[in-house]
C-alpha cells in the first residue's frame, strides 16, 4: 500500500512538472500579444552557463548604448537564462560580465555586435550570447639606463589596424615604477607601442621625452615583434626599452604686429605637433614664456611643428589655467621643423579691432 501511494505521489509530482515546462515552452513559442514582443535566451562562456551577466538592448544605428536608446536591461538567472521585453524594431544586443571581453568597447575592433529585428505580432525570438574569456598582458619601460620611464603611454595595437579608434582598454600609462598593465583583453595578435606620437607633449607635464617605440625595443613598427594573444592569456614581462631621453631644444616667436599696433597685453600660445604630415597633438611644454611679444618655448625634441597664438581678455591663473571669458586667434605660423638646433622667426598677428 505504502509503495503503491509512493508511486501515486510521483507521477503527481512528474505530471505537474511536464505540465509547468509544456506552459513555459508554449508561452516562449506563441506569437505575442499586446505591442509587446519577448526576447529571450543564454549566456554561456566555453559552454557552461555565465550568471549574474548584463544583457543590454539599444535601437540601431548607434554601435554603444546611450541614455537616450536603451530599450532593455535584465541579468541572467543561476543558469544563464535572461528574458527581455520590447517594443518591434531594429536593435543591436550585447552581454557583459566581469572577466569577459567587452562586445561594446571592443566593438571597433571585434566588430561582433548582434543585430535583432523584431516584427510586431512575431513569435518569441530566441538569442544565445557567447562570453569569451578576456586576456591581460603586462610588463615594464625603462630607458638606456634600466631605469623606468614613469607616466608614459602604452598602446596595444591590433596587427594590421590603424591606432584610430582603439577602445579605452588599449591604452594605459606607465606608473611610477614603470609598470603597465592592460586588462579586458580579446584574444588576438598586437604590437605594444610606448611612448606618443609626438614626444614633445612628455615636456608638458615637464617629463624628459623619448621616442615612440614597439616591443621590444624598435622604433620603427615595422621592426617590432607582435605578441600573440589566447583567450583568458595572462601575459607577462612583455618589457620595452625606449633608450635615452631625446635631445630637445629652444624655439622663439617674435611677434610682429599688423599695422602698427600694440601687443595684447595677454596671450597664449599652443604648440600643434604633426606626425606623418598628420596632427598628432596640441602641447605646450613647461617653462614655456610669453614676455614683451617674445614667446619662448623650451624642451622641443625634433619633428614638426605649427604654432598658434591667442588673445587673452585676463591673464592666466598661477596654475597656467587661462581665466577667459573669450579668446580671439591673433595669428599661426606657417610649419616649420625642428632638427638639430634652437629655432627662431617672425610671426605677423592681426591686432583685435583693427581692420
Known sequence: MIRLMYLF????????SFSSALAQSVDRNSPAAGGTLLIWGHVAAMGKPVAGAAVVLWRQPLTRPEMDNVIATGR???DGKYQLKLPAGNYFIAV???????????????????????????????????????????????????KPVPQ???????????????????????????RYRLDGLPAGRYWIAAGDLAPVWETTFGRAPHRRTFYPDAADQ???????????????????????????????????????????????????????GQHAVGAKPRQSTTTDGV???????????????????????????????DTKLLGRSDRFEVVDRDVSFDLHISIPGKP
Not at 222 to 247: F, T, W, Y
Open 96 to 146: 557583459r560580465a566581469n572577466g569577459f571581453v567587452d562586445a561594446i568597447e571592443n566593438e571597433p575592433v571585434l566588430k561582433s555586435l548582434r543585430q535583432v529585428r523584431v516584427v510586431e505580432g512575431s513569435w518569441p525570438l530566441t538569442v544565445d550570447l557567447e562570453l569569451v574569456p578576456a586576456a591581460a598582458l603586462e610588463g615594464t619601460v625603462t630607458d638606456d639606463q634600466g
Open 76 to 78: 541572467t538567472d543561476r
Open 222 to 276: 615595422s621592426q617590432a615583434k607582435s605578441v600573440d594573444i589566447s583567450p583568458g592569456a595572462e601575459i607577462k614581462q612583455i618589457d620595452i626599452n625606449m633608450g635615452p631621453a631625446l635631445r630637445t631644444f629652444t624655439v622663439r616667436v617674435r611677434l610682429v604686429a599688423d599695422r602698427e599696433g600694440q601687443i595684447p597685453p595677454y596671450l597664449d600660445f599652443i604648440l600643434e605637433a604633426f606626425y606623418q
Open 9 to 16: 505521489v510521483s507521477s503527481l509530482v512528474l505530471a505537474v
Open 152 to 178: 608614459t603611454s602604452i598602446q596595444l595595437i591590433p596587427v594590421g589596424m590603424s591606432t584610430v579608434s582603439l577602445p579605452s582598454s588599449y591604452w594605459r600609462l606607465t606608473d611610477l615604477s614603470g
Open 295 to 325: 614667446i619662448v618655448i623650451p624642451s622641443v625634441p625634433a619633428g614638426e611643428y605649427m604654432v598658434h597664438v591667442w588673445s587673452l581678455d585676463r591673464p592666466l591663473k598661477p596654475n597656467g589655467c587661462p581665466q577667459i571669458i
